[in-house]
């Protein structure tokens, strides 16, 4: 559960349309990771009975159950009312009457202690090794109550870590009962599970003692890595917004990453909020803020937020972290509203959460007994309730839940509502955004639709290489719909590239706009996106995202890709490119040659009407011996020799005339490239082995690389490819 903010920059980016590939035909780097489908969620539409086109009939039902906990207490006593049935209930969303599916009443008086027993809810062997703990089943959870504190280690200066820590402890000590299971999770450089849900009270103290540095490990001093926290000392504040936007984001993000962590845990849970408040900027970061509130109330999760600044006397000159005031501020009120304006903003995202996923805010007190107070009388006893909604729009809009209670004198505490799941036709350019991120980080792959991917490497210097990614979708897959006399699309990618300790080292995000002639036919071709990244020597992973904004439905692709260090290599050697078409082009890359920039064919499949284009670079060919008779200052020559052989079988049914090189023809990065022209007419359809032969002759290095192509007959109407271009995030 890691976050991670660092974005980095891609070259340029091209778009084509290319010829349809074979599946059977794509190189061995360009396979899809996996062909497992995605199934749809039956949660899509309510209960309905469909015509098919066979005649027969589809059942679709909606599976998603909407869950909340009702605490029902007398009006006179503030007591909670026992021996309530499902008949004294009745539940409406948005007004209407709702059926209840799902009826359950817990209490911790019925709770079987646990001792030192630890549940593997958010973590697995959280608790260290050689931990003998036992783990608790799911039915031995029932009764208990299950109570996550999270420190926010990056909002909180030193002063408040301390407060909230004592308090922690306090309870943990004093007032922690035999049905309390506790977790513990923090936000520094990551997001950590620092203890998993336990009744250890010992083990919760000491690792609680760890966020500001009382309970050493080893012979650490003073605070650990845990947090994350600098002084701000800055006379002068410069424009923070967008910073601002990015570390919300980021906690809110966290919280979003706990709560679907404890969506596998049915009982209800709490969470104790530690934080020195959330900046937030206007609208921004609201797509984030729903997204963690739709997980919590899906998780059962309510939030109790606590703010750690405790009590504040807020003075019209500000802090010592702040510059002195010009000006008449200081006199006539308005320093004194503005400090006041921004304290409250920073609690206004907290009270949020709380009151939309059933909990409470606590704020300007140095007292935090009493929110360790309120989770406990607020989970002591409750009745969980179920219903499945009988709108089936997912619209993503809020919708208000109303319970009611045939029995007078009872006042019901039930969260408010909640956000109904949002298809893509309903979902903002926000939270289009995020599904795009959320992808990209997922570890799962999007296979609505199918994506092909291939990565070449060209050395620019010893310590850089320029590597052209290129990614294929099938143009069947694009609803293109009509816009005038053009067949028009969009598509969105985006991408990544994480390095071997999984640090962010590249990324990219394009949303290309197709706008086709329909005589290209581009439901019958594929479509080319090309993008490029400048790496040094190192194995890394790709991940590219690729998205139609008709439907939104997904398709990904994961490959990695190794950048060799060449320093002691042989014969230097770049990858091999394949490619059918070349497109003029006034860019400067190393797939330019003569004005003309080839495109890579990943799929390797070309007709019988085309050329098959070789495309490679050697680096730092061995210079031959210079002759007797050789003018002084002059450089020695180079003696590259290069040929590509056809096999069919165990015959060689085609070999081009050798092709030889004597001096560098890329000057600047002491290179040789070569380039070999195909003719394909000769050729019979069929599928080919290809056996480049290089040899430095000079050197006496060589290399034999081999690959597949499959050769297909001309199209009947085939329309000549037209290039469309789309731009890369820099």
């Given amino acids: 559960m890691k976050q991670s903010l660092q974005r980095f920059g891609a070259g340029i980016a091209a778009l084509a349309l290319m010829l349809p590939a074979s599946p059977s035909a794509l190189s061995q780097s360009a396979q899809p990771v996996s062909t497992t489908q995605n199934s749809r969620s039956a949660q899509d539409a309510a209960s309905q009975v469909s015509n098919t086109p066979q005649g027969g009939y589809v059942l679709k039902m909606n599976g998603e159950l909407v ?101 922690a402890q306090a309870f943990l000590k004093t007032k922690m009962q035999p049905a309390d299971l506790v977790a513990l999770v923090s936000l ?12 250890d009270k010992n083990a919760l103290i000491n690792e609680v003692g760890v966020y500001n540095g009382t309970e050493g490990q080893g012979f650490a001093l003073g605070a650990t890595a845990n947090s994350n926290q600098v002084e701000d000392t800055t006379g002068y504040t410069p424009d923070e917004s967008e910073y601002n936007d990015l570390n919300t984001d980021r906690e809110l993000y966290a919280l979003r990453s706990v709560s679907k962590a404890l969506e596998k845990i049915n009982e209800k849970k709490s969470m104790l909020y530690f934080s020195g408040g959330i900046q937030r900027d206007g609208i921004e970061n609201q797509a984030s803020l729903r997204a963690a509130i739709n997980a919590a109330v899906r998780a059962n999760l309510a939030i109790y937020s606590v703010d750690t600044r405790g009590l504040q006397a807020i003075g019209p000159l500000g802090d010592a972290s702040t510059g002195s005031l010009r000006g008449s501020g200081a006199y006539n009120g308005a320093a004194l509203g503005n400090n006041m304006q921004a304290n409250f903003a920073t609690q206004e995202v907290m009270g949020t959460l709380s009151h939309d996923t059933g909990g409470t805010a606590f704020f300007d007190s140095n007292d935090f007994a009493t929110a360790f107070a309120k989770v406990q009388h607020d989970t002591s006893a409750y009745y969980a309730i179920g219903f499945h909604s009988t709108n089936p729009a997912r619209d993503g809009k809020f919708r208000k839940l109303t319970i009611k209670i045939n029995r007078p004198g009872i006042k019901l505490e039930y969260r408010p509502g909640y ?28 296979t609505d639709m199918a994506v092909y991917m291939d990565a070449l490497y060209f050395r620019l210097d010893e310590n850089r290489f320029y590597v052209p990614v290129s990614i294929i979708v099938p143009g069947s897959q694009i609803p293109f719909v009509k816009g005038g006399d053009k067949d028009k699309a969009t ?29 290209l036919q581009a439901r019958q071709k594929n479509i080319q996106y090309t993008t490029s990244f400048n790496l040094p020597p190192g194995k890394y992973q790709m991940k590219f995202v690729v998205r139609e904004n008709q439907t939104g439905r997904m398709g990904s692709f994961v490959a990695s890709i190794t950048l060799p260090d060449m320093k002691k290599s042989p014969l230097k050697m770049s990858s091999i490119l394949l490619a059918s078409a070349r497109i003029p082009t006034k860019k400067t890359n190393p797939l330019v040659r003569d004005g003309q920039e080839y495109v890579p064919n990943i799929s390797h499949v070309f007709r019988q009407d085309q050329h ?13 011996k210079p002759a007797e008779n050789q003018p002084k200052g002059s450089k020695p020559g180079i003696s590259l020799l290069s040929s590509l052989e056809l096999i069919q079988g165990a015959t060689k049914v085609y070999e081009t005339p050798l092709v030889q090189a004597k001096s560098i023809n ?64 820099e």
């Fill in 67 to 167: 869950l909340t906990n009702v605490v029902p207490r007398d009006a006179k006593t503030g007591e909670v009312v026992l021996g309530l049935k499902q008949s004294d209930f009745s539940i409406l969303e948005n007004g209407k009457p709702q059926r209840i599916d799902t009826f359950d009443f817990e209490t911790v008086d019925k709770a079987t202690p646990l001792n030192e027993a630890t549940v593997s809810g958010l973590a697995i062997g959280a608790t260290g090794p050689g931990s003998k703990a036992v783990v608790a089943k799911p039915e031995e959870l029932r009764n208990h109550r299950l109570i996550v504190m999270f420190f926010d280690l990056t909002s909180m200066q030193p002063e408040d870590l301390d407060r909230c820590v004592t308090a």
């Fill in 188 to 199: 520094g450089d990551t997001l950590t599970v620092d203890q998993d849900f336990t009744a």
């Fill in 419 to 446: 956000y109904a799941p949002a298809d893509f036709r309903h979902s903002g350019s926000e939270d289009r955004e995020q599904e795009l991120n959320d992808q990209l980080a997922s570890d799962l792959p999007a």
């Fill in 491 to 519: 598509l969105d990618i985006v991408g990544s590239v994480i390095d071997e300790v999984n640090r962010p080292i590249g990324h990219v995000r394009d949303t290309v706009k197709l706008n086709l002639d329909p005589n």
């Fill in 612 to 624: 098959l284009y070789l495309y490679y670079e050697i680096y730092n060919p061995t210079r031959e």
């Fill in 666 to 729: 890329v000057e600047g990065r002491d290179a040789v490239a070569i380039e070999l022209d195909v003719p394909l007419t000769g050729l019979k359809p069929g599928q080919y082995l290809c056996q480049l032969n290089v040899i430095d002759d000079a050197g006496g290095s060589f290399a034999f690389p081999r690959f597949a192509v499959l050769v297909k007959q001309p199209a009947a109407t085939a329309s000549a490819a037209a290039p469309a271009t789309g731009t890369g995030s």
